[in-house]
């Protein structure tokens, strides 16, 4: 029955589409980068960065640090793309993982996100926006961030790329369980609106792919993030806050568009805030550590209170003064002499 409900739903949403020519432009855009033209551009921007190194020149060599930079931003997304076709586990279970966080939710009372889809259903340029703004947003919108932090933030920037990189790695090793997203779960009564629309990333008709069982963190989500703790960091505007509404409006978007739980998003903030207390706590030590070696220090001179020559050379100098002195005066006797009448 909820099946059934559910296939009428996409195919009044797809006659919905074929009857709007904007909404049929707007459908066949996708802004997505596959892992190897993600994997292709890092090569690329590596070779350019070896190239301008070996110029050995300061504009070149600042060149080649932006784009060393960029390189590593688009093969760590390289990596995310492509390891979401692995897993440990096999895809059986992906389901009732699934099936379990919709069953976990309603018990702690999380709103529905069925019901969240609901709302936005009859309006298909709002669905058709939010395809997209999932399919392509959120990796140029990282890019840009991080270069924004490496052109006016260099101190920021250190810290973020770190950060980015092990939140990444964390949740890649997380999604190695698969989990499906919602609109792979009949439970839910959710609508693939990316299917719907012809704006799937993954595939032109909805079905069972493996390629799609990497739900649980939300990525997205954890990026958002990122980025708006980052412009709140590294930015001294008063409306600097504003950018707690990307997350916000990411966490609809993947929602709305049945890719992701409530608790993908929650277990992804989760995740990011642990990689920056270990980040914290590491800067702690590292300050601890620090302190400790310069009182270890602080006792010792920074140089000797008598200069080492004076104490070995004093005596040779005082008589290196004796005799200067002494040969003065026999030279004023030996001039007084010569000059004295015999």
């Known amino acids: 029955m909820a099946a059934s409900r559910r296939a009428r739903r996409g195919a009044d949403l797809a006659r919905r589409r074929r009857g709007d020519r904007w909404l049929t432009l707007i459908g066949v855009v996708d802004l997505e980068m596959p892992w190897p033209a993600a994997a292709a551009t890092a090569a690329a921007l590596g070779g350019v960065t070896v190239g301008l190194r070996l110029t ?20 760590l997304f390289a990596l995310w793309q492509l390891a979401g076709s692995f897993a440990v586990l096999g895809p059986g ?16 009372h999380l709103p529905s996100e069925t019901a969240v889809q609901r709302v936005f259903l009859p309006h298909p340029l709002i669905i058709q926006v939010l395809n997209l703004y999932y399919a392509g947003l959120h990796f140029p919108v990282l890019i840009g961030c991080m270069i924004w932090l490496f052109a006016a933030h260099r101190d920021h920037y250190v810290r973020m790329r770190t950060t980015l990189v092990a939140f990444t790695a964390a949740c890649l090793l997380i ?46 989500v954890g990026w958002a993030l990122l980025v708006a703790i980052a412009v709140i960091g590294a930015a001294r505007s008063r409306w600097r806050w504003l950018a707690l509404l990307y997350p916000a409006m990411t966490t609809l978007a993947v929602v709305v568009t049945a890719n992701h739980f409530w608790l993908d ?37 920074l140089y000797p209170a008598e200069p080492t020559w004076t104490r070995a050379d004093n005596g040779g100098r005082a008589g290196t003064g004796g005799s200067v002195s002494s040969c003065a005066r026999d030279g004023s006797g030996s001039a007084a002499g010569r000059d004295r009448p015999a």
């Not at 050995?56 to 093969?75: D, G, K």
């Not at 099936?99 to 939710?105: K, P």
């Not at 805030?273 to 310069?294: K, M, N, P, Y």
């Open 56 to 75: 050995r020149r300061p504009r070149p060599a600042a060149i080649a640090a932006v784009s060393r930079e960029t390189a590593l931003v688009f093969a």
């Open 175 to 220: 999604q190695l369980i698969p989990v499906a997203p919602p609109r792979m779960l009949p439970l839910t009564g959710m609508v693939d609106t990316a299917v719907a629309y012809g704006q799937s990333v993954y595939a032109t008709n909805a079905g069972f792919d493996p390629d799609q069982l990497s739900a649980m963190p939300s990525v997205h």
């Open 93 to 108: 279970g992906a389901l009732a993982r699934s099936r379990w966080i919709w069953t976990f939710e309603r018990a702690a």
């Open 265 to 301: 998003g929650i277990v992804a903030a989760l995740v990011l805030g642990t990689v920056l207390l270990i980040q914290i706590a590491g800067r702690r030590l590292h300050a601890r550590r620090a302190g400790r070696l310069a009182a270890a220090h602080s006792d010792l001179p």
